[in-house]
């Protein structure tokens, strides 16, 4: 598919929803925030209900510090719906891939069909990882890409070249959002998008019902560790992007905290390794407002060192 197709296919979506929601829906009420404090560790069973704070530690983007040796398996970063490796001399991950490879790791961003269903994006994640050559990797996946990382490992035979999976605003329990949109009271702005001969598959498998279905078949593959990141936008100081505004409020008043598109809740699979205050676009480096808010140079370098706690990786094991 053309790849301008896809952003206007993302920017439709969202225009259509977004009106609808907010001519039907009252405005939530602001929730009254504590200050953050810092956390002494980033691991969390349950959660917070305090809002979402900054990881720590984060390795500084002005002096990058080489990663431990074990860390040093490639790391494939797998884009999420309507998502590309680069388009136009933009990049999905904004210069995650090129962060990692100062810190002496080597990257791949790898592109997927855009809207397809996820045995298709699947499928073509495997065939990517193959082309790359690397007897074994470490893979980070955004939204809809670690639905299809999970499938490629655990259906495709894709574990056979995985140490770890950490997935980062992945909807793992389905999206408020993707129940209005497949068969909900707003299935109509999909059919008009697919009226324009836009596939949208993936919608399909982001709903409630659809995810409790994959779940209950695509179970955790042995040998391969599994940990998420959980993002959010829960303080009043932090920005919400114009585009995400009215879905963060539908979904804050139907479902609680979430980073525009996916509730915290859903976000949770295997390890926790830290809960960060991002929407979901800062979750890849694009920000919106002048100030920063949120390093994402600094969560991938520490996702990629909290790797090194994965096994060590014998070749005679592959």
Not at 20 to 36: C, G, M, N, T
Request: with cysteine.
């Amino acid at each position: 598919m053309n790849a301008t197709l896809v952003v206007v296919a993302l920017l439709i979506v969202i225009a259509l929803v977004g009106a609808i929601v907010l001519q039907r829906l009252p405005k939530p009420p602001r929730p009254e925030v504590a200050e953050p404090a810092v956390e002494d560790s980033v691991e969390h069973a349950e959660p917070s209900e305090t809002p979402l704070v900054g990881i720590a530690p984060i390795p500084s983007t002005r002096a990058p510090t080489p990663l431990p040796v074990r860390a040093s398996l490639p790391i494939v970063l797998v884009h999420g719906l309507f998502g590309f490796d680069r388009l136009a001399g933009f990049e999905y991950f904004r210069g995650i891939a090129r962060h990692l490879e100062s810190l002496g790791c080597r990257a791949h961003a790898v592109r997927l069909p855009p809207a397809h269903a996820v045995p298709e994006r699947a499928a073509a994640l495997v065939a990517a990882v193959a082309a790359l050559g690397h007897a074994r990797v470490d893979v980070i996946a955004h939204s809809l890409g670690g639905l299809d990382a999970r499938y490629a490992i655990a259906k495709l035979g894709l574990d056979r070249h995985v140490r770890a999976l950490v997935t980062i605003g992945t909807p793992h329990h389905g999206s408020p959002i993707a129940d209005l949109l497949v068969g909900g009271r707003f299935d109509r702005a999909r059919r008009i998008v697919r009226a324009i001969g836009i596939p949208l598959d993936a919608l399909e498998w982001l709903s409630t019902e659809s995810l409790a279905r994959f779940n209950a078949d695509v179970g955790d593959a042995p040998g391969v560790r599994y940990a998420c990141v959980v993002g959010g936008v829960r303080a009043a100081t932090t920005p919400v992007p114009l585009p995400l505004v009215p879905a963060h409020a539908y979904i804050r008043r139907v479902a609680g905290a979430n980073d525009g598109l996916v509730t915290l809740a859903s976000q949770h699979w295997g390890e926790i390794l830290a809960e960060i205050e991002a929407d979901h676009f800062a979750q890849i480096g694009w920000r919106v407002s002048i100030r920063r808010t949120f390093d994402a140079l600094g969560l991938y370098a520490f996702v990629a060192a909290r790797l090194a706690d994965a096994p060590a990786y014998s070749p005679t094991a592959a």
